[in-house]
């Protein structure tokens, strides 16, 4: 996947690993995370760093952790392969007074994750033999719930606070955490904010529109195709939230009704605004009902569906006494100002809602609206 743009975003973060800083990209669904890490991976020799990224969904244990980010490190192309035959020595000589007969996946069978981890992070601290070394973790947010589901509520606190541990142990190590629930909500909720007050937010936005306008541009010829202006322009305001994914699925939908050598004409751009909302382009949305479905536990999702209901019925979208009444009608527990302010906070931090000056709460993508009241509002 080629990663368009986000110049200014890899700059930026770039100086933030060089300041010394770990951070935590903060960004909802589709945005482009992932591409964005990749990125940073391909980029860090050049930048003077060895980075590794580590997709750590589905994972169900501290170990398959630590197992991923040892291949992803032997992997690395610049000096992967002889740090962890490196390691493999070091945790012999540590553990077993020698340092012959070191394969670090026996040491990792062998040793308590904790004290595996530890001697590796220490490895890779100690970079004397190249540049720092950078670890870009995704998903850890569900791996955190896998945890959490295995060993209890506790375990998101206990695996965080040791993250910090070894942050705070190893400066010359710098990390980014990201994932596709915000990690700072799941904190929040769990009441272990503490272990990620060293890390510095990151936010990632979706594209600005001279952004939008190029990399729709940018898809079109590709693709054989001539976007029009008027097109681009009915794009990005049907859309109202410029992320990359949605862009680019509408896109590829016109250039596909054009065929090669077709024009991208305002026509052809609403009928593909109006495509994206066809049952068959169903999981291009579905993710965020699942987001929901999966993640919040009864009353809070139905809470949260009920919000995101009274919103969508209003065009102009709801102020925050209407959804205080409307949840106090749907009988239960009631609602109070503090419960509705966090249903607010993880709509808007997840990416469903924006709030505009006069607070009222809207959707952020007028086509996740759309999609909503189609397919979700009985
Ligand atoms: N900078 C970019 N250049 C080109 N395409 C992009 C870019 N960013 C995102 N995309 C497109 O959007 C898709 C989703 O991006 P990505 O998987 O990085 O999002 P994410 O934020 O990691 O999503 P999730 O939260 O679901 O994991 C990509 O597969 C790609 O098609
Ligand atoms: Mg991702």
């Known amino acids: 996947m080629t990663c368009f743009d986000r110049t200014q975003e890899t700059a930026n973060l770039w100086r933030h690993f060089n300041e010394g800083r770990n951070l935590l990209m903060l960004a909802p669904r589709r945005i482009g995370k992932t591409v964005l890490l990749n990125r940073l991976r391909d980029g860090a020799a050049e930048q003077g760093f060895r980075a590794i990224v580590l997709d750590v969904e589905g994972f169900r244990e501290e170990k398959d952790f630590f ?73 850890l947010p569900v791996f955190l719930q896998g945890l959490q589901y295995r060993d209890g509520d506790r375990a998101i606190g206990d695996f965080l606070y040791w993250l910090r541990n070894m942050r705070q142990k190893y400066r010359h190590v710098r990390w980014l955490y990201t994932g596709s629930i915000g990690l700072d909500s799941i904190a929040r909720r769990h009441s272990v904010e503490g ?19 190029g990399f729709l541009s940018d898809i079109a010829r590709r693709r054989g195709c001539l976007l029009e202006e008027a097109a681009g322009e009915i794009i990005l305001r049907r859309l ?14 016109a250039c596909a009704q054009a065929g090669p050598g077709g024009v991208l004409d305002s026509a052809r ?17 579905s993710t965020w009902r699942e987001h929901l479905d999966r993640n919040f536990p009864e009353p809070e999702r139905s809470r949260l569906y009920s919000v995101l209901e009274t919103v969508a019925r209003d065009e102009t979208g709801a102020a925050g006494d209407t959804l205080l009444s409307t949840l106090s009608r749907g ?19 997840d990416g469903y809602l924006e709030v505009n000056d006069e607070h009222r709460y809207r959707f952020r993508m007028n086509l996740l609206r759309e999609w909503w009241l189609r397919y979700v509002v009985l």
């Open 67 to 139: 197992r991923q980010c040892c291949a992803a490190i032997q992997e690395e192309l610049s000096t992967g392969a002889s740090v962890m035959v490196a390691l493999g020595e070091r945790l012999s000589r540590v553990l077993h007074g020698k340092a012959e007969g070191g394969d670090w996946r026996q040491w990792l069978l062998q040793t308590d994750w904790r004290e595996f981890a530890d001697h590796l992070l220490a490895h890779l601290d100690d970079h004397a033999d190249g540049p720092p070394w950078l670890i870009l973790v995704d998903e």
């Open 240 to 253: 109202g939230w410029l992320s990359p994914y949605y862009l680019e699925k509408i896109a590829e939908d």
């Open 269 to 285: 751009a609403d009928a593909a605004m109006d495509n994206m909302l066809d049952l068959s382009k169903r999981t291009y949305w």
């Open 331 to 349: 009988g239960g527990e009631p609602v109070g100002q503090a419960e509705l302010r966090k249903l607010l906070d993880t709509l808007l931090t």
């Open 195 to 213: 272990a990620l007050n060293d890390l510095e937010p990151f936010p990632l936005s979706p594209f600005d529109p001279p952004t939008a306008r």
